[in-house]
């Protein structure tokens, strides 16, 4: 069954980094793209960026060009999110999410999430 | 980019009562539009994609509607079980764009 495995919560100071895996199972891992989506506390799902697993190609959200890069590693069949200059706006739960082989857009599984907090 | 606004925010409801939820794209998609579900705590679920397919095991008092700018989710009779926020999302183009979200409780 396909799987998306995240790493685990994280506490940040400001202007640190910080940096999210997704380790994929149960399917072939560079026939998807993989987005991350964040959601922060009591908000809705923001779109942050997209990675072709075969092509290493990436899309990112305009608000964070600069501050996120999105890569993968075949060999392990694992997804990376590393967002830079961390504020306090930034604390939010980040999920990996796959996107189909007919739509890169339309996540059909989603990671268990992985909640970020950005304090000093 | 394209904005997608969802009305209303939040929805009061009874359980069998029919439920509709409305998706604006502010240029037209096509018909690709996907709605999820997000219960309290959960992760998002895709429940419907093409603006009108169910997604494989997504009940069938669950349907979708609309092409180009204007959609509609409706849930035909409402279970205890629906309470939830629910999310379109346009995916004809990156940036992959939500909407606001309309979170559903139960009268």
């Known amino acids: 069954q396909v799987q998306l495995v995240q790493s685990g919560a994280e506490v940040k100071e400001p202007g640190a980094s910080m940096k999210v895996s997704c380790k994929a199972s149960?399917?072939?891992?560079?026939?998807?793209?993989i987005s991350w989506v964040r959601q922060a506390p009591g908000q809705g799902l923001e779109w942050m960026g997209w990675?072709?697993?075969?092509?290493?190609?990436?899309n990112y959200a305009q608000k964070l060009q600069g501050r996120v890069t999105i890569t993968t590693d075949t060999s392990t069949s694992t997804a990376y999110m590393e967002l830079r200059s961390l504020r306090s706006d930034d604390t939010a739960v980040y999920y990996c999410?796959?996107?189909?082989?007919?739509?890169?857009?339309?996540?059909?599984?989603w990671g268990q999430g992985t909640l970020v907090t950005v304090s000093s | 980019d394209i904005q997608m606004t969802q009305s209303p925010s939040s929805l009061s409801a009874s359980v069998g009562d029919r439920v509709t939820i409305t998706c604006r794209a502010s240029?037209?998609?096509?018909?690709?539009l996907a709605w999820y579900q997000q219960k309290p705590g959960k992760v998002p679920k895709l429940l419907i994609y093409a603006a009108s397919t169910l997604q494989s095991g997504v009940p069938s008092r669950f349907s979708g509607s609309g092409s180009g700018t204007d959609f509609t989710l409706t849930i035909s009779s409402l279970q205890s079980e629906d309470v939830a926020t629910y999310y379109c999302?346009?995916?004809?183009?990156?940036?992959?764009?939500f909407g606001q979200g309309t979170k559903l409780e139960i009268k």
């Open positions: 999410a796959r996107g189909t082989i007919s739509a890169a857009g339309k996540f059909d599984y």
């Open positions: 149960g399917y072939t891992f560079t026939s998807h793209g």
């Open positions: 999302q346009k995916y004809n183009s990156a940036p992959y764009t």
């Open positions: 990675i072709s697993a075969y092509t290493g190609n990436t």
């Open positions: 240029q037209g998609i096509g018909n690709y």
